[in-house]
């Protein structure tokens, strides 16, 4: 038994010292450390206990106060070590919270506790770090006229997911209560369609016979239960009748469509975000129904997008990945629908991960990685001086390096295309947590590409004053460019503060063509 802990105290001293990408051996348990006499300091303390559940973040990432008052308090406690000052605060299990996230027994002792918190809170600047030097947006879209809708009635602005359909041009607009409307571009955006719907909708696609598939996630808010739905709607005597697909999903918010197994038959692959429960699963068709797979079994999946990444003729699935293990993951596809996980990019816990695209940015005939980061409604509510927008090139051997950034507080929402039809990729990057004290107004911002994998920024003049949330591109007015549509989301209508008439969204026209 000394034995064995000798080579366990070797490992961890070891282990200390070299960055996760370097280790030749897993840390210990967090189990195994609570029954060890570990002679360590703070930072060494940091790798082997932050390290067992994320990317160590540096100290730097964010200020005194929020590691003191935030971030580590949540961390001590899940590590089982309650103190004085955590008397009054509810326990994990009345705010909902399954049982193993918070331990019910000390992981830590209090000593090492003292110098990994110590650790932190020393080496971490005062005040938060501000964002780096950057090129200023010029205000005014080129060639896009900003449309701003008028309704007559008040309702509370609350969208949760717009679309364009790609026949009608029609907007298709969910609603944080539990509706789902449809909007005619040719009538002023008057409501042409709704209905009601279980829980509020975020995902939405138009089936060729007419139906159309809605994925809905459930509470908005942050919650582990599984009442979201994959629904399929057909009209049956006029009226909208739902089909549930797949049920009791853990807060799903992205749902993709394709053959994985290759049968023939589409399997679809959903995105539950969870909370502190969460999983990344395959849906296969079968006689016998649909058959889940799970392919990760963590919180915090967001985005998935089906593409041949690795060129071997099948489909393989690239999913970006919150919470905890922020990253861009790759699932090597078999052609049987047997996957393994390998990572593509990993970023510290609090990076903020929120969207991305794979694209080729630079014209050099590979598809580079596009990354929004700007999430900050958790532990760590203040401005980030590494959240923005991402470009990480395609080296082509599989791995990817950062060769563009745009620092922009909050970013939350991304849109790719060619909007100035000049043959470049330009994007369009939405900020639901910006800074609103900045002179320019940075919640959405143009970026348009010059074909190198450089671009330039543009800001809008009179956008309305409320939070956006969600943005898609789309053929609107049916002049064959592409339009910008993007959703509000008013946190006074959320809290009844507010009285005004609806503006669920505005549209960016764009007037190339």
């Given at each position: 038994m000394k034995k064995i802990y000798w080579y366990l105290v070797v490992a961890i001293v070891t282990l200390g010292c070299n960055p996760i990408s370097e280790r030749k051996q897993p840390i210990p348990s967090l189990q195994q450390l609570a029954s060890m006499d570990l002679k360590l300091d703070g930072p060494k303390l940091a790798e082997v206990y932050c390290g067992n559940c994320?990317?160590?973040?540096?100290?730097?990432?964010?200020?005194?106060?929020?590691?003191?008052?935030?971030?580590?308090?949540?961390?001590?406690?899940r590590l089982g070590l309650y103190l004085a000052e955590d008397m009054g605060i509810s326990l994990p299990e009345e705010r909902g919270v399954p049982k193993g996230v918070y331990s019910d027994y000390p992981l830590i002792k209090q000593a090492d506790w003292d110098k990994l918190e110590a650790y932190y809170v020393e080496n971490a600047p005062e005040f938060p770090a501000k964002q780096a030097a950057k090129q200023a947006p010029k205000v005014g879209i080129p060639r896009f006229d900003l449309v701003i809708p008028s309704y007559d009635f008040q309702f509370p602005?609350?969208?949760?997911?717009?679309?364009?359909?790609?026949?009608?041009?029609?907007?298709?607009?969910?609603?944080?209560y539990q509706k789902l409307f449809v909007l005619d571009p040719s009538e002023s955006f008057s409501i042409k369609d709704s209905l009601s719907t279980s829980i509020a909708p975020v995902s939405?696609?138009?089936?060729?016979?007419?139906?159309?598939?809605?994925?809905?996630?459930?509470?908005?808010?942050?919650?582990?239960?599984?009442?979201?739905?994959?629904?399929?709607?057909?009209?049956?005597?006029?009226?909208?009748?739902?089909?549930?697909?797949?049920?009791?999903?853990?807060?799903p918010v992205d749902v993709n469509y394709g053959d994985?197994?290759?049968d023939g038959v589409e399997d679809k692959v959903v995105a539950h975000f969870g909370d502190h429960v969460g999983k990344l699963s395959v849906y296969f068709a079968?006689?016998?129904?649909?058959?889940?797979?799970?392919?990760?079994?963590?919180?915090?999946?967001?985005?998935?997008?089906?593409?041949?990444?690795?060129?071997?003729?099948?489909?393989?699935?690239?999913?970006?990945?919150?919470?905890?293990?922020?990253?861009?993951y790759f699932w090597e596809n078999d052609g049987n629908g047997n996957f393994i996980e390998k990572v593509v990019l990993q970023f510290q816990p609090a990076f903020g991960s929120s969207d991305f695209y794979y694209e080729d940015v630079d014209g050099d005939g590979l598809r580079d990685l596009i990354l929004v980061n700007g999430d900050n409604a958790d532990l760590s509510q203040v401005l980030k001086y590494f959240h923005g927008v991402r470009v990480f090139k395609n080296q082509g051997d599989g791995t990817f390096e950062e060769s563009w950034f745009y620092p922009m507080h909050g970013a939350t929402g991304l849109e790719v295309g060619d909007f100035n039809e000049d043959g470049n990729l330009d994007l369009v990057v939405l900020a639901f947590f910006p800074d609103?004290?900045?002179?320019?107004?940075?919640?959405?911002?143009?970026?348009?590409?010059?074909?190198?994998?450089?671009?330039?920024?543009?800001?809008?003049?009179?956008?309305?004053?409320?939070?956006v949330l969600t943005l898609k591109k789309g053929d609107v007015d049916g002049d064959g460019d592409l339009d910008i549509v993007v959703g509000t989301f008013s946190f006074e209508d959320l809290y009844g503060r507010r009285e005004t008439d609806w503006l669920p969204f505005v549209l960016f026209r764009n007037n190339i063509r």
């Open positions: 994320h990317l160590k973040p540096e100290p730097e990432i964010l200020d005194q106060k929020t590691w003191q008052t935030g971030v580590l308090p949540d961390m001590r406690r602005s609350l969208t949760t997911l717009v679309d364009v359909h790609p026949e009608t041009g029609e907007i298709w607009l969910g609603h944080r939405i696609r138009w089936n060729a016979d007419e139906s159309f598939d809605l994925l809905t996630m459930g509470l908005m808010d942050p919650a582990n239960d599984s009442v979201g739905a994959l629904t399929n709607y057909r009209r049956i005597n006029q009226d909208w009748v739902g089909f549930q697909d797949i049920e009791n999903l853990i807060r994985l197994n290759g079968s006689s016998e129904g649909l058959q889940e797979k799970i392919i990760k079994a963590q919180p915090g999946a967001r985005k998935t997008i089906l593409t041949d990444f690795d060129q071997d003729g099948d489909l393989d699935i690239i999913g970006l990945m919150t919470q905890a293990w922020e990253g861009i609103r004290d900045q002179v320019l107004d940075e919640r959405l911002i143009f970026f348009f590409g010059n074909g190198d994998g450089d671009f330039e920024p543009f800001v809008a003049d009179g956008l309305p004053d409320l939070n």
